[in-house]
């Protein structure tokens, strides 16, 4: 998707004490706020959940990712974009910022991912970091689908030893959460 301006529904992300604006509802407000690993809670609801790759490549961030991640305008960045799937039908869409993506990044190993869920990986590291979430109604024109339900969440994670390489997280649920 080409990089356009950004409104200012774009560039508001709330904190957490201002999420009753994204959703009032208890249950999505829930999963909104799962501290550790989505993968893992989507997979006690649908253990055959699947992980359609739709992105890797090096692009230019959004302007709101570039200022959470402290980058300049025409900086490219590694991005990952996948659909986690339940039964065939799309539950979240994820996407993965990466700056720096060069050799000495603790994230070089994300490049081989291929199906495997992103969560899988995070959690297991033993010296990570993760910033408060972020809640936001996320633009439907950043979507490569349709979908109502654009409850989203973003938090950047860093490496306790690698503070420099920063990864940001954008989760976009798109369906009710059972």
């Given at each position: 998707m080409p990089l356009s301006g950004?409104?200012?529904?774009?560039?508001?992300?709330?904190?957490?004490?201002?999420?009753?604006?994204?959703?009032?509802?208890?249950?999505?407000?829930?999963?909104?706020?799962?501290?550790?690993?989505?993968?893992?809670?989507?997979?006690?609801?649908?253990?055959?959940?699947?992980?359609?790759?739709?992105?890797?490549?090096?692009?230019?961030?959004?302007?709101?990712?570039?200022?959470?991640?402290?980058?300049?305008?025409?900086?490219?960045?590694?991005?990952?974009?996948?659909?986690?799937?339940?039964?065939?039908?799309?539950?979240?869409?994820?996407?993965?910022?990466?700056?720096?993506?060069?050799?000495?990044?603790?994230?070089?190993?994300l490049q081989k991912l291929g199906?495997?869920?992103?969560?899988?990986?995070?959690?297991?590291?033993?010296?990570?970091?993760?910033?408060?979430?972020?809640?936001?109604?996320?633009?439907?024109?950043?979507?490569?689908?349709?979908?109502?339900?654009?409850?989203?969440?973003?938090?950047?994670?860093?490496?306790?030893?690698?503070?420099?390489?920063?990864?940001?997280?954008?989760?976009?649920?798109?369906?009710?959460?059972?």
């Amino acid at each position: 998707m080409p990089l356009s301006g950004s409104t200012p529904a774009e560039k508001r992300w709330y904190a957490d004490a201002l999420l009753s604006r994204i959703t009032e509802q208890p249950r999505q407000k829930s999963w909104l706020r799962t501290p550790k690993s989505l993968t893992r809670r989507i997979r006690q609801h649908c253990p055959q959940m699947q992980v359609k790759v739709l992105k890797q490549a090096f692009a230019l961030a959004y302007e709101d990712e570039r200022q959470a991640l402290g980058l300049q305008t025409h900086q490219r960045v590694w991005i990952r974009e996948v659909l986690l799937q339940c039964d065939g039908q799309d539950w979240v869409f994820a996407r993965t910022v990466i700056p720096y993506f060069e050799s000495g990044n603790p994230w070089l190993m994300l490049q081989k991912l291929g199906t495997q869920p992103l969560g899988e990986i995070l959690f297991d590291i033993k010296q990570i970091c993760r910033s408060d979430f972020r809640f936001q109604h996320f633009p439907k024109q950043r979507l490569p689908l349709d979908a109502s339900l654009r409850h989203a969440r973003r938090s950047v994670f860093w490496h306790d030893t690698h503070s420099d390489f920063p990864l940001l997280l954008t989760e976009v649920f798109l369906h009710r959460m059972p």
